[in-house]
């Protein structure tokens, strides 16, 4: 186990900096390539947050969805394939919700202050207030 500070600590702490004090003194291009950078660094940290969580949830959804076992990338494929030869559509239980739920938590990672994104979460807590999906 790594000491302090965490990655997601460094990536937030250099994202801060390059808000707070990079853009204070340099032109209006590198002001934006500063924002830039830092949108990135608050998205890499998202990830190693989010993402170990959300995709093992998606894996497991795909295990039930497809009936068998298999790396995420390889059920992802077969799950694409299935839905583009429309072996699986809509209707397919389990379908619309894994699709629903694979899409937020990318968001979560990308996005996480997208409006779209904020009221389908919502609506979704609303229609489901345990949480499960």
């Given amino acids: ?4 500070p965490t990655p997601a600590e460094i990536l937030a702490a250099v994202a801060a900096f390059l808000r707070a004090d990079v853009v204070a003194d340099i032109t209006p291009h590198a002001v934006f390539q500063a924002k830039v950078s830092a ?8 990830d190693l947050e989010l993402s170990p969580a959300a995709d093992a949830e998606e894996l497991a959804r795909l295990h039930r969805l497809l009936g068998r076992n298999g790396d995420l990338l390889d059920l992802t494929r077969e799950l694409a394939q ?9 209707e397919t239980p389990g379908l619309a919700e894994h ?3 694979t899409t937020l938590a990318k968001l979560a990672v990308d996005q996480p202050a997208y409006s779209g994104y904020r009221a389908a979460l919502a609506e979704r807590t609303n229609h489901n207030p345990e949480g499960d999906t």
């Fill in 39 to 46: 949108n990135a660094l608050d998205i890499a940290r998202r």
């Fill in 1 to 4: 186990m790594q000491d302090h």
């Fill in 82 to 90: 299935r839905i583009a030869d429309g072996a699986m559509t809509l």
């Fill in 99 to 101: 699709l629903w739920a």
